[in-house]
């Protein structure tokens, strides 16, 4: 069964502070790893990886991903109380549907 | 940017009452559709993947006939929960997937909050 797990579940900084976000995976037919940030309401695009050791970065958020070993991670630098949030992973399948499988999640909250 | 909408935002209905979400996009034609659904502190969870003109492809424990899905057109899906039921409260979200060669990322639908009484 293809499943995809991040940890920690949830976490409390205080901003400033770096945090790294894991998520590990075992599905087949994967085709790409997706970060999104959920607020209130649906999810907001952050990444997507599908190559090995690559970083992508977009202003204090990294993400990278290692296809051996089946993880990936996301950074935030010098978090800020915006960054409050669920961050969620989900696996892009090649199959037939295309469907994405997502991640249980990590809720971050930054306090000031 | 493509840009899904969900109509309503939020519906509270009574029990054994029926409720349709309608899920468009709104700046490109998608050839499928999903429907996910999120209760309080979850993930989202797949209920089906839809594609225009065809039949839904549920998820193992999504009942088919209590979720009605219907992809008329490469712009609109709809999602009607029926004879719904408080346990069926939940946030439902759709996303809608563009159509390239081989991969389409999937954008998400601000998502309609049922609440059943």
């Known amino acids: 069964e293809d499943k995809v797990v991040q940890s920690p579940l949830s976490l409390v900084v205080h901003e400033g502070d770096t945090v790294t976000l894991n998520c590990s995976y075992e599905?087949?037919?994967?085709?790409?790893l997706l970060w999104y940030k959920q607020e209130k309401k649906a999810p907001t695009f952050l990444f997507m990886l599908t190559s090995s050791g690559i970083e992508k970065k977009s202003g204090r958020l990294s993400s990278i991903l290692d296809k051996k070993e089946l993880f990936s991670i996301l950074n935030i630098t010098a978090t800020q109380t915006g960054d409050s949030a669920v961050y969620l992973c989900?696996?892009?399948?090649?199959?037939?549907?295309?469907?994405?499988?997502f991640g249980t999640g990590t809720r971050l909250k930054v306090l000031a | 940017g493509a840009v899904v909408s969900q109509h309503p935002s939020w519906v509270i209905c009574k029990s054994g009452t029926s409720v349709k979400i309608e899920c468009r996009s709104l700046?490109?034609?998608?050839?499928?559709m999903f429907w996910y659904r999120q209760f309080p502190k979850q993930s989202l969870m797949l209920m089906a993947t839809s594609n225009e003109g065809s039949k839904a492809t549920y998820e193992q424990g999504v009942e088919k006939d209590k979720f009605l899905i219907n992809h008329a057109s490469l712009t609109l899906s709809t999602l009607t929960v029926t004879s719904a039921h408080p346990e069926d409260s939940s946030f439902y979200i759709c996303s809608a997937r563009v159509a390239l060669a081989g991969w389409g990322e999937q954008f998400f639908g601000p998502g309609t909050r049922l609440t059943v009484l």
């Open positions: 700046d490109f034609q998608a050839t499928t």
């Open positions: 989900a696996v892009d399948l090649i199959s037939g549907t295309y469907k994405y499988i």
């Open positions: 599905v087949t037919n994967f085709r790409s």
